[in-house]
């Protein structure tokens, strides 16, 4: 489905630029497009559908826009948002090629596009502060001024591996940059930036990387997200860095622009196969990152029991006071039933962390495995004391007999809610 999805926005960013680049150059970009190992992810990753998803629709609204249909461009675009708010540049992204055309640009449907994309990214500021685990906004685990200061780095490390493309993974090790190093990033940006606007026209290369960055700055600027950096962020702006790529390409001689062609293909493939099972793909993950723990956690899940808890062992030697390396390795004694060992090992990651819903929970799950029901069940009510969203709890009383709703806030799935007893 990802892959077709994904054939789908080559074809619309061929027909896209065939009105706006010369007919060789769209080519490119759109070949580009198809078989740069920048997309890889956002194809081979099932949870990307909605960034593939918007892009589509993007690229359906560009269509329409360059057919001056662009109330229909309007609508294509609020499919997209809902689809994923990272597109909420792209307004600015059409604004831009009128003004670059140039021509008029038309306000009316612009409003009404800048419109819905304040009212999602207002959406999405409420969602991520209300939604627990949301991984972003308040509950990222970067601080919001560390985000900033590193996304220069990661811009040009995406820029980096458009020309030189290697160092692709799903977990990339990106540390928080010095204030100087930071700010000597984010100027690099700006001065490529600076540099393109001396070509800013629709047909020329400096405008379509000035859109690239303009795509790429609601998820690398400061709203803040617990990975600094991901490879599929660079699905939308790669319709316009292809089609940057596309006018510098065309100027070759067209056996060159083909042999690129076929090594990024080549790459791209290799890329895939890194993503046939999850133990590939995280093993090569701790290959490129082996100071990270989330990494090896991940690992740890995809492999069988004795290598997972060498993997843990070897993760709590970098980080020894990190819950949730002890919190992974008891789930596996627990599974294997060594349960008095997994109650040790939870009882070390609630020491480590004693506010955790989740180590309550487990420690209570191991209590109750060795049929100590009245201490389970006080492990229980703790977890839903700090977390009241906490499932896992609610569904462990509830094999105690004790059925408990949860709160309204709770967003919890059908299934989950059927299995509480609750409507």
Known sequence: ??????????????????????????WIAAALFAVHPMDAEAVNYVFARSTLLATVFCLAALVSWTRERYWLAVLWFAAALLA??????????????????????????????FALSVAAGVRVLV?????????????????????????????????RMLVAPWGFSVDPAIPVPSLWLGAIAWAAVLALAAAAMFRFRARREGFWFIAGLVLLLPSSSVLTATDLAADR??????????????????????????????????????????????????????????GKIRPKIQLARAVEPARALAILEDASRIAPDDPKIPTE????????????????????????????????????????????????????????????????????????????GPPSRCHFTDEERAALGTD
């Open 329 to 404: 390795e008891g789930k596996i004694l627990l599974a294997q039933g060594k349960v008095t060992q997994a109650l040790q090992v939870f009882g070390r990651a609630l020491a480590l962390d004693p506010r955790s819903a989740e180590a309550f929970n487990n420690r209570g799950a191991a209590l109750l495995a060795l049929d100590q029901k009245q201490a389970a069940r006080e492990d229980f009510e703790r977890a839903l004391g700090i977390d009241p969203c906490e499932w896992s709890a609610r569904a462990n009383l509830r094999r105690l007999g004790i059925v408990q």
């Open 233 to 290: 962020r660079m699905y939308l702006p790669m319709i316009a860095f292809a089609a940057c790529a596309g006018l510098l390409l065309e100027r070759v001689q067209p056996q060159f622009a083909m042999a690129a062609l076929v090594l990024l293909a080549a790459v791209s493939m290799a890329r895939t196969a890194t993503w046939r099972t999850e133990e590939s793909l995280w093993a090569d993950a701790v290959r490129k990152a082996p």
């Open 84 to 113: 994923k708010e990272e597109c909420v540049a792209f307004p600015a992204f059409l604004l831009l090629l009128d003004v670059a055309r140039p021509r008029p640009p038309k306000w009316k449907p612009l409003a009404a596009m």
């Open 1 to 26: 489905m990802n892959l077709l999805v994904h054939l789908i926005s080559v074809v619309l960013l061929w027909v896209a630029l065939r009105r706006l680049v010369s007919p060789r150059a769209a």
């Open 127 to 159: 969602a991520a502060a209300t939604i627990a685990g949301s991984g972003a906004g308040v509950h990222s685990e970067i601080p919001w001024r560390s985000y900033a200061l590193a996304q220069g780095a990661v811009i040009l490390r995406y820029l």
